[in-house]
């Protein structure tokens, strides 16, 4: 049931708030958080270790995402002094 919550939440988080970068990166983590819960919740209750196993690569990638999300971040306020979502869509390379 509280996995479901955090779930719900971080969907609310990320549809309602689109111009914050570092509340959508919260959203995000908070959106895995919970996938992780239903993860070991499931695993415990039918009495397999597969979804321990999983959450493992899940914090993995939660990890990456994080860095490469803040490193984003960084970047852009660098540039332009802001950290809202639309100044993404003018980044050149």
Avoid: P, W
Wanted: positive net charge.
């Amino acid at each position: 049931v509280l996995s479901g919550i955090l779930f719900a939440l971080s969907v609310i988080g990320i549809f309602l708030n689109r111009k914050n970068i570092v509340i959508l990166l919260m959203a995000i983590e908070l959106l895995l958080l919970s996938a992780n819960m239903n993860f070991v919740a499931f695993s415990h209750y039918l009495g397999n270790m597969s979804g321990q196993v999983f959450v493992f690569f899940i914090l993995t990638v939660a990890a990456a995402e994080a860095s490469i999300g803040l490193a984003i971040l960084i970047i852009v306020f660098r540039n332009r002094q802001s950290i809202n979502v639309e100044d993404l869509g003018s980044l050149r390379g």
